[in-house]
């Protein structure tokens, strides 16, 4: 029966102000298109409503105007099948999200959008109309634009100050992603299925605050012996607020 369940990153930061890159930066966000929707699923291997959302973040993956993450979390492994790419982080970051948005308890699937929206994600309408309003409030908004490269062994992460006389600063994540992944299910509830996962979050690590001021962050390449082929930097308000700037890059490959 189908039932909705409820329920260290090595990094090295060098923040250095008024770089000539950071200054590109600034002359970026007065001249950036509007940024995209940033969609994070919270999924499991061993939550038999979750491959239909799993699949639509697949689909989503393809827009240019979404970035569309999936974060497999670890309660289910209960069931009787660990989840192979469930994360301590991604948990504590669903939880923190229910925190803020007041919400009673967690449960899969959850789709989390710009920080703002609590959808569920395996039904289609609601999520696609969330994407969309999201898209036409943010070509109203103020976005700021992140700009990432990368240069030789490193990744930069270049964030521009805000503008005079406007409000605001910023929770940096980083997270570490694999383009596509694909597990045979042996046991639970997904037993005997082979379910695929497109960007999916392997490491997610708090990177530091923005203050408005423009800044630069250098970012290891490799880390750890984890397999990732992209990263994701989010700047949201206030930790897990809404989401007021996000980019990505893929390391090896593109986004087609």
Same mark, same amino acid.
């Given at each position: *029966?189908?039932?909705?369940? @409820?329920?260290?990153? $090595?990094?090295?930061?060098?923040?250095?102000?008024?770089?000539?890159?950071? +200054?590109?930066?600034? %002359?970026?966000?007065?001249?950036?298109?509007?940024?995209?929707?940033?969609?994070?699923?919270?999924?499991?291997? $061993?939550?038999?409503?979750?491959?239909?959302?799993?699949? *639509?973040?697949?689909?989503?993956?393809?827009? &240019?105007?979404? /970035?569309?993450?999936? !974060?497999?979390?670890?309660?289910?492994?209960?069931?009787?099948?660990?989840?192979?790419?469930? @994360?301590?982080?991604?948990?504590?970051?669903? +939880?923190?999200?229910?925190?803020?948005? &007041?919400?009673?308890?967690?449960?899969?699937?959850?789709?989390?959008?710009? $920080?703002?929206?609590?959808?569920?994600?395996?039904?289609?309408?609601?999520?696609?109309?969330?994407?969309?309003?999201?898209?036409?409030? /943010?070509?109203?908004?103020?976005?700021?634009?992140?700009?990432?490269?990368?240069?030789?062994?490193? /990744?930069?992460?270049? /964030?521009?100050? +805000?503008? #005079?006389?406007?409000?605001?600063?910023?929770?940096?994540?980083?997270?570490?992603?694999?383009?596509?992944?694909?597990?045979?299910?042996?046991?639970?509830?997904?037993?005997?299925?082979?379910?695929?996962?497109? &960007?999916?979050?392997?490491? !997610?690590?708090?990177?530091?605050?923005?203050?408005?001021?423009?800044? #630069? %962050?250098?970012?290891?390449?490799?880390?750890?012996?984890?397999?990732?082929?992209?990263?994701?930097?989010?700047?949201?308000?206030?930790?897990?607020?809404?989401?007021? $700037?996000?980019?990505? !890059?893929?390391?090896?490959?593109?986004?087609?």
């Amino acid at each position: *029966m189908s039932v909705l369940r @409820t329920s260290t990153l $090595g990094l090295l930061l060098a923040v250095l102000s008024q770089t000539a890159w950071a +200054k590109h930066a600034d %002359i970026a966000h007065k001249t950036a298109p509007s940024r995209p929707v940033l969609l994070e699923l919270f999924t499991s291997q $061993g939550c038999s409503d979750c491959p239909a959302a799993d699949r *639509m973040v697949t689909e989503l993956a393809n827009r &240019n105007d979404v /970035i569309a993450l999936s !974060l497999p979390i670890t309660y289910w492994d209960i069931l009787g099948w660990k989840d192979t790419f469930a @994360t301590d982080a991604n948990t504590r970051r669903q +939880k923190s999200y229910a925190q803020v948005m &007041n919400r009673s308890g967690i449960y899969t699937p959850q789709m989390i959008i710009d $920080g703002r929206l609590d959808v569920v994600g395996n039904q289609r309408d609601r999520v696609m109309q969330a994407v969309e309003t999201r898209s036409v409030a /943010i070509a109203r908004e103020t976005s700021i634009p992140i700009l990432l490269r990368k240069v030789s062994n490193r /990744i930069e992460i270049a /964030i521009p100050g +805000k503008a #005079k006389g406007s409000k605001g600063a910023g929770t940096i994540w980083v997270m570490r992603t694999l383009s596509q992944g694909s597990v045979n299910v042996g046991d639970g509830e997904n037993r005997n299925r082979q379910l695929t996962y497109t &960007n999916v979050v392997r490491e !997610l690590q708090r990177a530091g605050e923005w203050s408005g001021q423009s800044m #630069k %962050i250098d970012l290891p390449l490799i880390v750890s012996k984890l397999k990732y082929d992209g990263v994701v930097v989010i700047l949201q308000a206030e930790d897990f607020g809404p989401v007021l $700037g996000a980019a990505e !890059l893929r390391i090896s490959g593109s986004k087609s």
